[in-house]
Structures are given as structure tokens and as C-alpha cells.
């Protein structure tokens, strides 16, 4: 896992600790904020770990390629490739 990723998964769990805290000292307006902070962060999470896993599965598709004798050759300029 990617330090960028790690620091996001560190984030969801905060911002889940304020939603639970605020909710605890009955402040619904803050537990509100919170939640729909925990939103898009959960949100950019999941975009993150999906395209993490569509990445490993593209890169196993290829070494499959290649262990069969088919030669790759992919863009290095390509943002995909440069996460």
C-alpha cells in the first residue's frame, strides 16, 4: 500500500472518530459535517484501491503476455502507469 493511501485509510478512520465523538456529545450539526466529510473521503478511497487493483491486474496480464511469448510494449508516459 502507497504512503498516499495509507494517509487516506488514516484519515477515514479520524474523520469516523469525530462522527462518533460528535454523535457521543449529541453536537448532530458537527456529526453532520463529519459524515459528509467521511463521504468523499471514503469515496477517493475506493477510486484509489480500485484503480490500484485494475493497475496489478493489467501488470499480471501482461507477465501472462510475456510468459507466453507475446511481446508488450506499453507507453511510459501514460498517467496510468505513473501512480
Do not use: C, W
Not at 463521504?39 to 480500485?50: A, G, L, P, Y
Amino acid at each position: 500500500m502507497k504512503k498516499k493511501e495509507q494517509k487516506l485509510r488514516a484519515d477515514l478512520m479520524r474523520t469516523a472518530l469525530y462522527v462518533y465523538q460528535a454523535i457521543q456529545h449529541n453536537d448532530l450539526e458537527s456529526a453532520d459535517l463529519e459524515v459528509k466529510e467521511l463521504n468523499i473521503e471514503f469515496f477517493q478511497f475506493s477510486k484509489m484501491v480500485q484503480e490500484r487493483e485494475q493497475r496489478e491486474k493489467l501488470y499480471a496480464n501482461i507477465q501472462d503476455l510475456k510468459r507466453n511469448g507475446i511481446n508488450v510494449e506499453l507507453s511510459i508516459r501514460s498517467p496510468f502507469f505513473n501512480q
